[in-house]
């Protein structure tokens, strides 16, 4: 099973710039959801969505837009990047929404904007 | 709000010693709380997941227990090795919105071979 998978590992943006990370999973979660993680900060729930078509915002939704026109996929799209947005990008995906079962997470995306 | 705290920041032990990672949280009606590990330049990994009406859930060398009423949980790693080092982060559902979970900002645990 591949799990969570998302690309880039790595990107440099410039200030105004935009970009999508991707995210995709083939466990047939109906769950999933982006995090920021920032040094010396717990993870921070950006948007989040419980099946295809359906999406929420987190804590810090701000800057940000998602889709999820299928169960497999879950792009995070940057509008107009700003420094402020630098940071470690998680998606995560877990069977159930009701946040009582194991969550798996991709490998990341380490986003520098300059 | 749920608030989760993870002290200390930081820990070295020895290969071969047990030790206990801490977790503390504000709302003692929790849910669930759930223990991840974080390799550098990785994902994170679920290791526990402990129901409210579970006092503890146990995985290999790993033991987690779940005390509500002290608004706490610990991760007890016995005979830790080097291959243990990584960041230990705990979760527990927002208590306003099942969607989300509320981080502690992990502890980085080192162990000295």
């Known amino acids: 099973n591949a799990g969570v998978t998302q690309t880039p590992k790595f990107q440099v943006l410039k200030t105004g710039q935009s970009m999508t990370l991707q995210c995709a999973q083939d466990?047939?979660?109906?769950?999933m959801s982006w995090y920021r993680q920032d040094p010396g900060m717990g993870l921070r729930l950006i948007h989040y969505s419980v099946g295809a078509g359906i999406t929420d915002q987190g804590e810090v939704p701000n800057g940000y837009n998602v889709s999820r026109s299928t169960t497999e996929d879950f792009p995070l799209r940057l509008l107009s990047a700003a420094p402020s947005q630098t940071s470690v990008y998680f998606c995560?995906?877990?069977?159930?929404?009701?946040?009582?079962?194991?969550?798996?997470f991709g490998q990341g995306t380490r986003l520098t904007v300059v | 709000k749920q608030e989760v705290t993870q002290i200390p920041a930081a820990l070295s032990v020895p290969e071969g010693e047990n030790l206990v990672l801490n977790c503390s949280f504000t709302d003692s009606a929790i849910y669930n709380l759930q223990w991840f590990r974080q390799d550098p330049g990785k994902g994170l990994t679920s290791l526990l997941l402990i129901q409210s009406s579970q006092r503890e859930q146990t995985s290999g060398r790993l033991n987690a227990s779940l005390d509500k009423s002290s608004g706490r949980s610990t991760l007890y790693i016995a005979a830790s090795q080097p291959g243990d080092s990584a960041t230990y982060l705990c979760?527990?559902?927002?208590?306003?919105?099942?969607?989300?979970?509320?981080w502690g900002a992990g502890t980085k645990l080192i162990i000295k071979p």
């Open positions: 466990m047939n979660h109906e769950y």
């Open positions: 995560a995906s877990s069977y159930s929404s009701s946040m009582n079962t194991e969550a798996f």
């Open positions: 979760a527990a559902p927002h208590m306003d919105s099942n969607y989300q979970l509320i």
